[in-house]
């Protein structure tokens, strides 16, 4: 049973294409990659925001540092109080460092707007058969398409960099803290 189907499946005629409901989905298509783009940057907006809070915090827990040195005698400190705040340190300055390179300006494909989709639409509007027209404007889609792929390709894979950094940043950042509290617990329990 299931083989005469397939063969009555494969002797029906291929019915051509309707040119109209092929545009409507790349045009849906297009739009989709107009959303996700979108979203993408929205994404990209959050990481540089969360790297800011990132330095802020580490900015903050520096000047404290700094600040409780200033008041104490680091020489005094036991080694490894003194192996801590130096740990500390180091881990909040890369703490900074990481952030820093993660918010950096990079260079992006941009969306296929403005003078790309221009030159496309002043050649689409030039074409004087219009028998050709559908097919025209099908490939018109499809070089949107491929533009908006390659941008978006490019914008995902800068966001996967940047919270891979910032990722990294917040696990210093937190070693950073960690040994903060376990040199002022040292201190507070050792004082004479």
């Not at 996700?36 to 790297?51: G, I, V």
Request: glycine share 4%; aromatic share 4%.
């Amino acid at each position: 049973m299931a083989k005469k189907k397939a063969a009555e499946i494969q002797q029906q005629p291929v019915q051509p294409r309707d040119p109209d409901s092929e545009s409507k989905l790349l045009e849906s298509v297009v739009d989709a990659c107009k959303e996700e783009h979108s979203e993408l940057w929205t994404n990209w907006r959050h990481l540089d925001s969360k790297a800011q809070g990132t330095i802020t915090v580490a900015g903050v827990f520096l000047a404290a540092a700094f600040a409780f040195v200033r008041t104490l005698s680091v020489w005094k400190m036991d080694l490894g109080c003194q192996i801590m705040l130096v740990g500390s340190l180091t881990c909040l300055i890369s703490t900074v460092v990481i952030s820093v390179v993660a918010i950096r300006v990079r260079a992006v494909t941009g969306p296929p707007l403005g003078q790309l989709l221009q030159k496309t639409v002043r050649d689409l509007l030039n074409v004087t058969d219009e028998k050709e027209m559908p097919a025209r404007y099908r490939n018109h889609l499809n070089d949107q398409l491929n533009a908006w792929s390659q941008t978006i390709e490019d914008v995902r894979t800068q966001n996967s960099r940047k919270a891979k950094l910032l990722n990294a940043a917040h696990i210093v950042l937190l070693l950073a803290i960690s040994l903060v509290a376990m040199m002022t617990g040292l201190l507070i329990f050792t004082q004479e």
